[in-house]
């Protein structure tokens, strides 16, 4: 069964960055598109940033000029580096990632999640 291991959430001072990393256990054919989503409590999942298998981000306005989703294909990993952060970025942060496990049609797989908490 495979699925989406993440790591490098914890706690951080306003200003401060973070570095989150994710990447699939299991056999896999192909990955597709990689990203980080985010919850907070009260609120809807969404979008933080994503990458496409040939490299091209695209960010969610909030987070444009602070946070920067790259991935590394040889590892099979997507990262974001997450800049000044703001309490506002305070949330359970998501990776997910478009695979092809088997067949023809990729699936979409999420991680557990993990926590990031900005406050002083």
């Known amino acids: 069964q495979l699925q989406l291991v993440e790591s490098g959430g914890g706690l951080v001072q306003p200003g401060g960055s973070l570095r989150l990393s994710c990447a699939p256990s299991?056999?896999?054919?192909?990955?597709?598109?990689m990203g980080w989503y985010r919850q907070a409590p009260g609120k809807q999942r969404e979008l933080v940033a994503a990458?496409?298998?040939?490299?091209?981000?695209n960010y969610a306005d909030s987070v444009k000029g602070r946070f920067t989703i790259s991935r590394d294909n040889a590892k099979n990993t997507v990262y974001l580096q997450m800049n000044s952060l703001k309490p506002e970025d305070t949330a359970n942060y998501y990776c997910?990632?478009?695979?092809?496990?088997?067949?023809?049609?990729?699936?979409?797989?999420w991680g557990q999640g993990t926590q990031v908490t900005v406050s002083p």
């Open positions: 997910n990632a478009r695979i092809l496990v088997a067949g023809t049609t990729p699936g979409v797989y």
């Open positions: 299991g056999s896999f054919f192909a990955i597709y598109t």
């Open positions: 990458i496409t298998s040939g490299g091209s981000p």
